[in-house]
């Protein structure tokens, strides 16, 4: 009977089932081998109940009495229109007319991305994204975008998270429809650390747009305009909101390091309007612009361009909302902000503040504080739950103008230094990793470039290296992949190139590219690599996103599908449970598809066999179970 049904089923004769299709018709596979999602999702917990969760082993816990977040209550009968209703009735240029149309400072809100990957290793889950989506909805539809994808969360959510990025957007488009969803793209580098074939890169953001991108920010990692084309085009010609961007380093006051000028980010912006983006972006990704430069570059670039001009920095010297003032003061369109519980140190300045410090001013900003401070307190009991993932930094500092490292990545070098067994060392690290940057020819350090700069330095500090050892010819030094791939232009080109003496050391002879490594890089056979990715994966079928997920992660796609064979829809578990696993007489719900909820309680965990598995004794929706896993401790 079932099998007829399969075979009857829309979803299978058009020929796309996959996981996700599994998940959500499971009635229709009982004759599958593989176990129901009940029972895969009740491994998973014994599991983590018995063996703990690898990710958070030794690591700070979550206070006891942390419940589950409860978002804010939707005010208001109706969802009043938004941004998203200019860009789905008006498109892409009249979402720029009505920007710079605007008297008030416009506000994305990069809680659900930059906020978590610079405060917590990028580890929010989709389920605490979700849960407050309508509360944005209703509650602050006056948002300019929610940026809430791309950087790092896309491998994240595969790679620890075991969920599908791809999900996750869908499930906060639908529950947040009058909102533009923004995300922040790696130009020809994608949502990974190298650049990828152009059919890559486009086909990638076709998926985007269908799957619910509004707003590309899309950057380059050398700010090297040639190689954003591609991507910007492609969204270009997906009718989405292009921002093409500017990546802001060094101190543009400083003569001493002229090559990052007034008139050079002028010039890239002229550039950027040439190539058609629809809005210009400028991303201070360590938070190195001051007010006074703030003000000379907004004016200037008000003045230049024609273009609505979107502003995006972080707090990590404390300085970060006398920018963001003196931005708007000179008349820059929209800024990016995080709420308050996410905000300060590296991550964004504290929306509300800035919300605050604008009220009764000319650039109000309209957003209701309350509803902020809604919004804000839900994510506050939402990251005590990620204890494990905070950093432990303690305050803001202007070391920041000495090593210039975005705030994506200052945690993340850290803890790599810490891994090394370096963590004493930092000060020299963040020393060592300025000089990495003279080396190189003083280089915008952004994703991937300042993955590069940051495994060169913990290189150096963990050899004894000084920098006039690694540049003399007489001294042999093995460099990390990363240098190799970058000195042969896999990256791009720097402004100026690269320095010439030390390309020829790193390379050995061999021949540099000097124009786009995407020229290069053959086309990618669709067809063929969805049939690889099906071997790969053993999934029966590999749909368009899952595809896309292959070609620019394959070894992690791939392990993610093995994983979700085995432990079912683990994104649908509560964030604790997740992490943690449960308790003897815990009861948690985990709604599986819209409407069919689990009941799950734990009733107690067995002694280890003598074949080292553990009998772990659950109540399903009141019916006992009974789940055997290894005991691995
Ligand atoms: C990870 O990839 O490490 C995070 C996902 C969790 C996978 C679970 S943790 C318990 C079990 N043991 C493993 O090695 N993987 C699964
Ligand atoms: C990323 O590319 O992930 C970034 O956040 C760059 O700032
Ligand atoms: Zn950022």
Redesign the pocket.
């Known amino acids: 009977d079932f099998v007829i049904n399969l075979l009857k089923h829309p979803t299978f004769l058009s020929n796309q089932y996959t996981t996700k299709f599994i998940d959500t018709t499971p009635e229709l596979f009982k004759f599958d081998t593989r176990r129901d999602r009940a029972t895969r999702l009740l491994t998973y917990v014994a599991d983590i109940t018995v063996n703990g969760h690898p990710e958070t082993e030794g690591r700070a816990l979550p206070p006891r009495d942390a419940k589950t977040p409860r978002a804010p209550v939707p005010k208001g009968e109706a969802i009043r229109p938004g941004t998203r209703q200019i860009l789905d009735e008006q498109g892409p240029k009249a979402v720029a007319e009505w920007m710079k149309a605007q008297k008030q400072l416009l506000i994305t809100d990069t809680t659900m991305r930059?906020g978590h990957?610079s405060l917590l290793a990028t580890r929010m889950r989709s389920i605490d994204m979700i849960r407050v989506a309508p509360s944005y909805a209703a509650n602050l539809p006056e948002l300019f975008s929610v940026e809430c994808w791309g950087?790092?969360t896309f491998d994240v959510a595969y790679r620890f998270l075991q969920e599908c990025p791809w999900q996750r957007l869908r499930d906060i488009r639908k529950a947040m429809p009058n909102i533009m969803t923004q995300m922040?793209l790696?130009a020809s580098n994608g949502v990974g650390y190298t650049n990828y074939p152009d059919n890559v890169v486009q086909g990638f953001v076709k998926q985007a747009a269908t799957s619910g991108v509004d707003v590309f920010r899309v950057f380059d990692s050398l700010n090297w305009v040639e190689n954003m084309r591609v991507a910007m085009d492609a969204v270009i010609e997906a009718e989405k909101v292009c921002e093409g961007t500017i990546c802001y380093t060094g101190n543009m006051l400083d003569p001493k390091r002229s090559k990052y000028d007034l008139k050079y980010y002028v010039e890239m912006a002229k550039e950027l309007e040439k190539a058609g983006a629809h809005v210009l972006g400028v991303k201070d990704?360590a938070g190195l612009l001051k007010a006074p430069a703030a003000t000379q570059l907004f004016t200037a670039l008000k003045q230049e361009i024609g273009l609505p001009i979107h502003f995006h920095t972080h707090d990590t010297s404390g300085a970060a909302i006398s920018t963001v003032l003196a931005a708007s003061a000179a008349g820059v369109d929209a800024i990016d902000a995080a709420m308050d519980s996410f905000s300060g140190n590296t991550s964004q300045p504290t929306l509300g503040s800035i919300v605050e410090a604008l009220d009764k001013t000319d650039r109000d900003t309209g957003l209701d504080i309350e509803a902020i401070r809604e919004i804000s307190n839900y994510f506050e009991q939402v990251r005590a739950h990620y204890a494990a993932f905070e950093s432990g930094l303690q305050a803001p500092a202007s070391e920041v103008y000495l090593h210039e490292m975005?705030g994506?990545q200052f945690t993340n070098l850290k803890a790599q230094a810490r891994s090394l067994g370096l963590e004493e060392r930092w000060h020299e690290v963040a020393k060592t990793y300025a000089e990495v940057n003279m080396m190189f020819g003083d280089i915008v350090k952004?994703?991937p470039s300042s993955k590069v700069v940051g495994d060169m330095a913990l290189m150096m500090v963990s050899q004894g290296l000084t920098r006039a050892q690694v540049e003399d010819p007489n001294v042999d030094v093995s460099f990390p992949d990363s240098v190799i791939d970058m000195m042969k232009g896999n990256l791009g080109q720097p402004p100026g190139g690269w320095p010439t003496a030390l390309q020829a050391k790193v390379l050995k002879g061999e021949k540099p590219l000097k124009d786009r490594a995407g020229k290069h890089l053959k086309p990618v056979d669709f067809e063929a690599a969805r049939a690889e990715a099906i071997k790969a994966t053993g999934e029966t079928e590999i749909d368009d996103e899952d595809l896309n997920a292959y070609l620019m992660y394959p070894k992690v796609f791939t392990d993610y599908a093995r994983r979700h064979q085995q432990y079912g829809p683990v994104r649908t578990l509560p964030t604790r449970t997740f992490f943690y696993g449960m308790e003897p007489g815990e009861e948690i719900s985990a709604e599986i598809d819209p409407g069919k909820t689990l009941e799950i309680r734990l009733q107690a965990v067995g002694e280890t066999g003598d074949d080292g598995e553990v009998r772990v004794f659950f109540e399903l929706n009141g019916q006992p179970r009974t789940v055997r896993v290894p005991n691995r401790k």
């Open positions: 930059d990957q950087g790092a922040l790696r990704m975005p994506g952004v994703t």
